[in-house]
Structure formats: structure tokens, C-alpha cells
């Protein structure tokens, strides 16, 4: 019912830096909360952000200090901006929106595409 398209990825050297963004079709604030997972192919999805409406942001835990998710209401818009960059953090990076609290399985989220991010030397 919302469409979201991922931008930004691409190729960076380890220890580099990459901002991610997710343009939503409508309004984001109308959403309890948005953010983003990663997957890599034979894995399941892995969370990674999550962007409130009126709270700070959560990461997954070993993210923390490295990855920043931020929002612009006005641009109807969510980023994820990627420093220190590892190879580990190879992967599809996928932006999702949660209607309520209620709709927390995955499969009751609208998501995007994905942008490859790749990481490497």
C-alpha cells in the first residue's frame, strides 16, 4: 500500500562511508515506525535500524556507533548513513514501513526492493 525505493548503494573501499536512502510514495509520518534489514544470499533477513516517529532511533546492537538512521518528513524519505565500513557489511539492504505496533511480523510490512551495498578492496 506504500511503495519504498531504496538508492545509494554501490561498490566502497573498507572503512569508507555510504549513505543509503528510502523515498516512500506518501507521507512517512503516518507510519509507527520505518527502518531498514540486510540479507545476504542463504541468510535469513538481518535487522539493522529502526526510524520512530517520536523516539530516538534503534540499531542492532553491533551496529551501533558505526550506522546512523535518520528521517525527513518533508522528503517523505528515511537514510541510513554507513561509516567504517566492513566486508561483513556486504549485503541487500532492504527499507521497510510499519503501519501500527501491531503489524511487527515482517511479512505484514511494506518493503522495497534493495540496494546492493558491497564492500571491498
Known amino acids: 500500500q506504500v511503495q519504498l525505493v531504496e538508492s545509494g548503494g554501490g561498490l566502497v573501499q573498507p572503512g569508507g562511508s555510504l549513505r543509503l536512502s528510502c523515498a516512500a510514495s506518501g507521507s512517512i509520518a503516518r507510519f509507527y515506525a520505518l527502518g531498514w534489514y540486510r540479507q545476504t544470499p542463504g541468510n535469513q533477513r538481518e535487522y539493522v535500524a529502526t526510524?520512530?516517529?517520536?523516539?530516538?532511533?534503534n540499531y542492532a546492537e553491533a551496529l551501533k556507533g558505526r550506522f546512523t538512521a535518520s528521517r525527513d518528513n518533508a522528503k517523505n524519505t528515511i537514510y541510513l548513513q554507513m561509516t567504517s565500513l566492513k566486508p561483513d557489511d556486504t549485503a541487500v539492504y532492504y527499507c521497510?514501513?510499519?503501519?501500527?505496533?501491531?503489524?511487527?511480523?515482517?511479512?505484514?510490512?511494506?518493503w522495497g526492493q534493495g540496494t546492493q551495498v558491497t564492500v571491498s578492496s
Open positions: 526510524v520512530f516517529n517520536g523516539a530516538s532511533p
Open positions: 521497510y514501513a510499519q503501519r501500527t505496533p501491531s503489524d511487527y511480523p515482517l511479512n505484514a510490512r511494506s
